[in-house]
């Protein structure tokens, strides 16, 4: 096993590529495209709508990516996933009409599946971390700093670059950052796999596996779980603030919306700091409940301003958590064995439902009061606490049984 300095520049390595590329793939577009869409004669809702197409595809994609990250390492496909943004955002940066724009933002998502989180969650596990989930923690932790880094980076770009010149410079942050690290990191991962188990150093369980029998349903309630989690997110930070302004704060919804990236990171380092022994079945139950209170606050405290605080508050110490609990709950139930696979379903349903989000929402605003929409809001909110719950039911029934017939006493608690 690799020393801990070692280690820790790996976590810290992956987190600045985390930065790096939700920065530059995802967090800078909405900063870029008023201006993409001026060059291209385009309304901005389209141009937001073929991001949107993108990400779906994307999705379509995630499964397949995982399975690689299984087969070949995660480490090669983040290495090759550097090239890969590189060479779209390159792409998009020269794309001389709306078919060859279009088709570069499409090679922009599919090169993410290679290099974001779930990638990053397997090369933590590939590496040899000996708490995986607690690494997967303080990546997340890192990286929830990319969007308050790259808009005011991304803006201060764009008021002396066009937005080509913006995407150029990005592409080189990926191949002159991100390339190295992958590549070292991919070294790395092959001299674990690749070690005696006494190189390896001691063996410490990432969770105790579902049993099979009931592996299938807790797999299934779980991409539910975070297919209603990436619906929820995905309609809400998309709208957040003329949803605030629609629902009487006025100019005020802006800045309560600051407020969310801070909570963001706050409850990962809550969760860091005292969530060690906390089953990730039961955090996943905790940041489905809170993202679904924040909405009802929202709901019932609205105009009152103190009651949108509390709503940002809530929705972003959810979303927090949903961040970490996407890469440690797959860990817990299923164990290290086609660990890629299983987050790349993941990722899929998650993402799947993101797409879709933002019109979903806007048509039902456009058809009914925006209360109304926020109440269709909560219950999917709702369905996905209750997803989770399931869960973990099903792995305290599995856990007394085995305790019954002489399993472990410490799976039953």
């Known amino acids: 096993m690799p020393d801990r300095s070692v280690l820790r520049k790996a976590i810290w390595g992956l987190g600045l590529t985390q930065i790096i590329g939700y920065g530059t793939l995802y967090y800078s577009f909405s900063i870029l495209a008023p201006a993409m869409a001026g060059e291209f004669g385009l309304a901005e809702g389209w141009v937001f709508g073929a991001l949107s197409a993108s990400l779906f595809a994307g999705s379509l994609f995630a499964p397949t990516a995982g399975r690689w990250a299984d087969r070949f390492g995660a480490g090669r496909i983040m290495t090759v996933g550097s090239v890969a943004a590189a060479v779209a955002l390159a792409l998009c940066a020269v794309s001389p009409g709306r078919l060859t724009y279009v088709l570069a933002l499409l090679a922009m998502e599919l090169a993410s599946s290679f290099v974001l989180y779930s990638a990053a969650f397997v090369a933590i596990v590939q590496i040899g971390m000996p708490q995986p989930q607690r690494s997967i923690t303080h990546l997340t932790l890192i990286a929830g700093f990319a969007s308050t880094l790259f808009w005011p980076l991304t803006s201060a770009l764009h008021a002396h670059l066009t937005w080509r010149e ?6 080189a942050l990926n191949l002159g950052l991100c390339l190295p690290i992958h590549a070292w990191l991919m070294r790395l991962s092959r001299r674990h796999a690749t070690a005696t188990p006494q190189e390896r150093g001691p063996a410490h369980a990432a969770g105790a596996p579902l049993d099979p029998r009931r592996g299938r349903a807790a797999f299934l309630l779980m991409l539910a779980g975070f297919a209603t989690e990436g619906f929820v997110l995905s309609a809400i930070l998309i709208h957040m603030v003329p949803l605030t302004a629609a629902l009487g704060l006025g100019a005020a919804g802006l800045f309560v919306s600051t407020l969310f990236g801070p909570a963001q990171v706050a409850s990962r380092l809550i969760n860091m700091l005292f969530g060690g022994r906390l089953q990730q079945t039961h955090l996943a139950v905790i940041a489905a409940l809170l993202l679904t209170a924040g909405l009802c606050t929202l709901l019932l405290t609205t105009p009152w301003l103190p009651g949108a605080f509390l709503f940002v508050l809530l929705f972003g110490l959810g979303s927090g958590l949903t961040s970490i609990v996407g890469g440690t709950l797959p860990l817990e139930l299923f164990g290290r064995e086609g660990y890629g696979a299983r987050l790349g379903w993941a990722s899929a349903a998650r993402q799947f439902t993101s797409a879709f989000a933002p ?7 456009a058809r009914t009061s925006v209360a ?9 909110a709702a369905s996905g606490v209750i997803a989770f719950l ?6 305290r029934r599995e856990s007394r049984v085995a305790f019954a017939i002489g399993g472990r006493p410490e799976e039953a608690r």
Do not use: T
């Open 166 to 171: 913006v995407y150029l410079l990005f592409a």
């Open 359 to 365: 019109f979903a929402l806007a048509f039902m605003m």
């Open 372 to 380: 109304n929409s926020l109440w269709v809001l909560v219950v999917v």
């Open 390 to 395: 399931a869960i973990a039911l099903l792995r």
